[in-house]
């Protein structure tokens, strides 16, 4: 296969950090704070309020954040693979269904949905879902294998897909008991690392196709996809926002406080996340009415971050007596916290006219939403529609399209 001339789709314009690097030292991070918690009593008193929102055998934290963010980032890698014009309708049915799984399993990832099925019908209920994943992972494997070009990418898919039925064999044997008492912290430590290992193959994976697209060094290459540049991401954004608020609608409250990942969080999570990378890649020397691609950048990583986790919550723990449990966790105060960042860079990159456009629509979906809060979850509705302004305010928008922002 010839390598395509080297296009700003894949990579970056000056030498980085090697992704690798950056993402294995988080991995290591992980790893420890979850040993830290299951062997070093880093659950009992105020040390668990610390410890729990970092560890990886708890849902709905930064952990867990983390790994979704994992498997996001190669869903995006390979849906902008499958978004090529010049890609032969096969191909781009290949490379996008194999997207879609993986984003689906970030999806899992952050919202327990396996978990949640299995609770409701048994692991039988399961069985449907494990058919089409697997029919569509093996249709991508088998194309991929097939052509010389992409044949090092399909072995890595297929060595991560046998690590994930790993740590569900792992599962399986901790539901019969097993393991003995003893090991049972090794083994939630095995499957941790064995999916992150599993996450970083599917990575590796899209970024190996890259460099023989481009002809470029893998440690040249950025793994976190630029948006604006892949329209068809727009399309992925606004169709996952529909699935995104029939979910916030649909969800009943008995199904949020089971204590397992909340499918809501995963929609501002991505989206926000996807403003972030679209600020990373802002021209060197970026700094346009105050604001800084890093600040930016920041900001959306953060609000991407507080998805999954209350920073109200995180301070208290450290800082106990800062402020109120009542002030944090109102809804209003949250959506507030939200939305105001988002008003503050869009000030600064938009038109006047868009901006308060936006801002009138938001302030009236507001007020809608706190006449709903006793019947759904109004928070993460509003936040997955306030990702969804952003994302078309600073990424698509009128002044990011003609500074080249």
Request: hydrophobic share 55%.
């Amino acid at each position: 296969m010839m390598p395509e001339p080297r296009n700003r789709h894949y990579t970056k314009t000056e030498a980085a950090l090697p992704w690798w690097i950056w993402m294995l030292l988080l991995h290591a991070f992980a790893v420890y704070m979850l040993y830290y918690g299951i062997y070093k009593g880093g659950w009992g008193g105020s040390a668990a309020d610390r410890i729990i929102p970092l560890s990886l055998a708890h849902e709905n934290n930064f952990a867990v954040w983390w790994a979704g963010v994992c498997l996001l980032i190669p869903g995006l890698l390979f849906f902008m693979l499958g978004a090529r014009d010049t890609l032969a309708m096969r191909d781009r049915v290949m490379w996008i269904s194999l997207a879609l799984v993986v984003l689906g399993l970030s999806l899992d990832e952050v919202g327990s949905l396996h978990e949640r099925v299995s609770l409701v019908g048994g692991w039988w209920a399961l069985l449907p879902f494990g058919v089409i994943g697997s029919t569509v992972f093996g249709y991508g494997i088998v194309r991929m294998l097939r052509q010389p070009g992409s044949r090092g990418s399909g072995l890595l898919v297929m060595i991560s897909l046998g690590l994930f039925f790993s740590v569900a064999a792992l599962e399986e044997l901790e539901s019969i008991r097993f393991f003995a008492k003893p090991w049972r912290g090794w083994r939630i430590i095995a499957e941790e690392m064995i999916e992150l290992g599993a996450e970083s193959l599917l990575i590796l994976a899209a970024v190996l196709q890259i460099s023989t697209l481009t002809g470029q060094s893998l440690n040249r290459i950025s793994i976190l996809v630029m948006p604006k540049n892949v329209r068809a991401f727009d399309t992925l954004v606004f169709v996952a926002l529909l699935g995104h608020v029939a979910t916030a609608v649909l969800l009943i409250p008995e199904d949020r406080s089971w204590g397992g990942g909340n499918p809501e969080i995963w929609y501002p999570m991505a989206v926000f996340l996807l403003v972030a990378f679209h600020f990373l890649h802002a021209p060197v020397g970026f700094e346009r009415r105050f604001v800084g691609r890093v600040l930016a950048t920041s900001v959306f990583v953060l609000l991407s971050m507080g998805q999954a986790y209350n920073f109200g919550e995180y301070l208290v723990a450290w800082f106990p007596n800062i402020m109120e449990a009542s002030l944090y966790e109102n809804w209003f105060t949250r959506a507030s916290a939200t939305l105001l960042p988002v008003v503050l860079i869009a000030a600064f990159t938009v038109s006047l006219k868009t901006l308060l456009m936006y801002l009138l629509a938001s302030a009236a979906l507001l007020v809608l939403l706190s006449e709903g809060s006793p019947y759904f979850e109004t928070y993460y509705l509003f936040s997955g529609i306030v990702a969804c302004i952003a994302y078309r305010l600073l990424v698509t928008g009128e002044t990011s399209a003609r500074d080249g922002i």
